[in-house]
Nanobody
């Protein structure tokens, strides 16, 4: 399993931006799906964004489309989530996730980071 460490969370006012980073270690990185999830108090964990191992294919939850961008730097073994025009409803703990199998055609996440808090005030 990959070890994942998130950073970049914090508190921001509505309309602001944050960039989350997730550094991976412990195994290969460049041939695995990566993703970002979030969980707000009292709600289920939500898949926010996913990026394929080649960085070409990405997908987003409808709630963040046009505002969030997922990217990866395979040389640095890092995946990013750029979050713009943040809203109070984006407040949650954000988790990084890594796929279970290399060269997968669909994401199947098996490793998780410890999470980073994002708080958006109105």
């Amino acid at each position: 399993q990959a070890q994942l460490v998130e950073s970049g969370g914090g508190q921001v006012q509505a309309g602001g931006s944050l960039r989350l980073s997730c550094a991976a270690s412990g195994r290969a990185f460049s041939n695995y799906f990566m993703g970002w999830f979030r969980q707000a108090p009292g709600k289920e964990r939500e898949n926010v964004a996913t990026i394929r191992w080649d960085g070409v294919s990405t997908s987003y939850a409808d709630s963040v489309k046009g505002r969030f961008t997922i990217s990866r730097d395979n040389a640095k073994k890092t995946v990013y989530l750029q979050m713009n025009n943040l809203k109070p409803e984006d407040t949650a703990v954000y988790y990084c996730a890594a796929g279970r199998r290399p060269w997968a055609t669909t994401p199947d996440f098996g490793s998780w980071g410890q999470g980073t808090q994002v708080t958006v005030s109105s």
